[in-house]
């Protein structure tokens, strides 16, 4: 081969590397700036528990907490505990559109997660506790769920010799440390621990650019784009604030119930009828149905009622399931969970009431 042959192939060939060169270098510059867009939207969730609010979590504490959470007996009926609702192994949350309570009634709403729940701006759809020991006192008095007193559920536990020693451990110095305060306490230590850290999405925030794949990280550029992450965004990727449902377009009346006016039975604001605090979308893939109402089966299908009613933008096929295939990109690590051996009840122990 002539020589200047073969330099004309050496020069086409350098070319080509550069040619490659620069498209490799173009495509990783694509992900360097996905990245830092999503890094100034969203947060990684930490691999440890966080700090809470005048309520240092502390192993005595999560412990007995952990064990309030799984108690029936703390219900009136003796069958109903937190985890009824927010059962651990089904992502938090549990398999209906509404929980079944006390007597068989059914409650208004869709439980919420309490998986990563420490996260939120405040606790329920409609924000009414402002943390999650607030909240813990909720459902064990609400007639449609737990309906117990304070003190009824003071009487089981100090019915418990167990219940007794762990309260002394998890509260030192206090005089009297079986107190319903306490026990929410109690309860917000273990729900703190409840984090699900380690999804492909963190790692991807966390710099690892091959732990989204291509169509997860179209589904981000969307999210992101056409406006989802205005509402959802954060370390919870929502949960973070309250806004109308149908901002743009009104939902049909049964994704919407007409009697529920969300955050307004809360602040008696005109402007708060049919605002909710927007949904986490933290293992999302994990716990339909969806919505407040719990109406929608299919993660595609709130896709589609979400862009529609809430940015006034119909998603093409394939615009939806590249979403989908991000929101699932969020399921992280749950926490390995054992249930615990519940304190022996005693004579004292109160008995169900289940006609009450």
Same mark, same amino acid.
């Given at each position: 081969?002539?020589?200047?042959?073969?330099?004309?192939?050496?020069?086409?060939?350098?070319?080509?590397?550069?040619?490659v060169g620069?498209?490799?270098s173009?495509?990783?510059?694509?992900?360097?700036?996905?990245?830092?867009s999503?890094?100034?939207?969203?947060?990684?969730i930490?691999?440890?528990?966080?700090?809470?609010?005048?309520?240092?979590?502390?192993?005595?504490?999560?412990?007995?907490?952990?064990?309030?959470?799984?108690?029936?007996?703390l219900?009136?009926?003796?069958?109903?505990?937190?985890?009824?609702?927010?059962?651990?192994?089904?992502g938090?949350?549990?398999?209906?559109?509404t929980?079944?309570g006390?007597?068989?009634?059914?409650?208004?709403?869709?439980?919420?997660?309490?998986?990563?729940?420490?996260?939120?701006?405040?606790?329920?759809?409609?924000?009414?506790?402002?943390?999650?020991?607030?909240?813990?006192?909720g459902?064990?008095?609400?007639?449609?769920?737990?309906n117990t007193?304070?003190?009824?559920?003071?009487?089981?536990?100090?019915?418990?010799?167990?219940?007794?020693?762990?309260?002394?451990?998890?509260?030192?110095?206090?005089?009297?440390?079986v107190?319903?305060?306490n026990?929410?306490?109690?309860i917000?230590?273990?729900?703190?621990?409840l984090?699900?850290?380690?999804?492909?999405?963190?790692?991807?925030?966390?710099g690892d650019t091959h732990?989204?794949?291509d169509?997860?990280?179209?589904?981000?550029?969307?999210?992101?784009?056409?406006?989802?992450?205005?509402?959802?965004?954060g370390i919870?990727?929502?949960?973070?604030?309250y806004?109308?449902?149908?901002?743009?377009? *009104?939902?049909? /009346?049964?994704?919407? $119930? =007409?009697a &529920? %006016?969300?955050?307004?039975?809360?602040?008696?604001?005109?402007?708060d009828?049919?605002?909710?605090?927007s949904a986490?979308l933290?293992?999302?893939?994990?716990?339909?149905?969806?919505?407040?109402?719990?109406?929608?089966?299919?993660?595609?299908?709130?896709v589609g009622?979400m862009?529609?009613?809430?940015l006034?933008?119909?998603l093409?096929?394939?615009e939806?399931?590249?979403i989908?295939?991000?929101?699932?990109s969020?399921?992280?690590?749950?926490?390995?969970?054992?249930?615990?051996?519940?304190?022996? *009840?005693?004579? /004292?122990?109160?008995? $169900? =009431?289940l &006609? %009450?």
């Amino acid at each position: 081969m002539k020589k200047s042959a073969i330099r004309e192939l050496s020069l086409v060939r350098k070319g080509c590397i550069l040619g490659v060169g620069m498209l490799v270098s173009s495509a990783a510059s694509a992900n360097d700036d996905l990245m830092s867009s999503a890094r100034q939207i969203f947060k990684s969730i930490p691999s440890v528990t966080p700090e809470v609010k005048d309520n240092p979590v502390t192993r005595e504490k999560v412990e007995l907490g952990k064990i309030l959470f799984f108690d029936p007996r703390l219900s009136a009926s003796g069958v109903i505990s937190c985890n009824t609702c927010h059962n651990l192994g089904a992502g938090g949350v549990d398999s209906g559109p509404t929980s079944v309570g006390h007597g068989w009634q059914l409650g208004p709403r869709r439980a919420p997660t309490v998986y990563n729940a420490v996260f939120n701006v405040a606790q329920f759809w409609d924000g009414r506790a402002a943390d999650l020991k607030s909240q813990a006192k909720g459902p064990v008095q609400a007639s449609v769920e737990m309906n117990t007193t304070p003190d009824r559920l003071l009487s089981t536990l100090n019915s418990m010799t167990d219940y007794v020693v762990m309260f002394k451990k998890a509260f030192p110095g206090e005089a009297t440390s079986v107190t319903f305060d306490n026990f929410a306490k109690a309860i917000e230590a273990f729900e703190a621990t409840l984090i699900t850290p380690a999804a492909p999405f963190d790692r991807y925030l966390e710099g690892d650019t091959h732990a989204l794949d291509d169509q997860q990280k179209a589904g981000l550029v969307l999210f992101m784009e056409r406006g989802c992450s205005s509402c959802h965004n954060g370390i919870n990727v929502g949960g973070q604030d309250y806004f109308p449902f149908g901002a743009v377009e *009104r939902p049909a /009346a049964p994704l919407l $119930p =007409a009697a &529920d %006016k969300g955050r307004f039975a809360v602040t008696k604001a005109a402007g708060d009828e049919y605002v909710f605090r927007s949904a986490p979308l933290r293992n999302v893939a994990l716990r339909a149905p969806y919505f407040h109402s719990g109406q929608v089966w299919s993660l595609k299908q709130a896709v589609g009622v979400m862009s529609e009613t809430q940015l006034g933008v119909k998603l093409s096929d394939k615009e939806e399931n590249d979403i989908v295939s991000f929101l699932n990109s969020l399921t992280g690590q749950r926490p390995k969970i054992e249930y615990p051996i519940l304190p022996t *009840r005693t004579d /004292a122990t109160p008995r $169900p =009431a289940l &006609d %009450k």
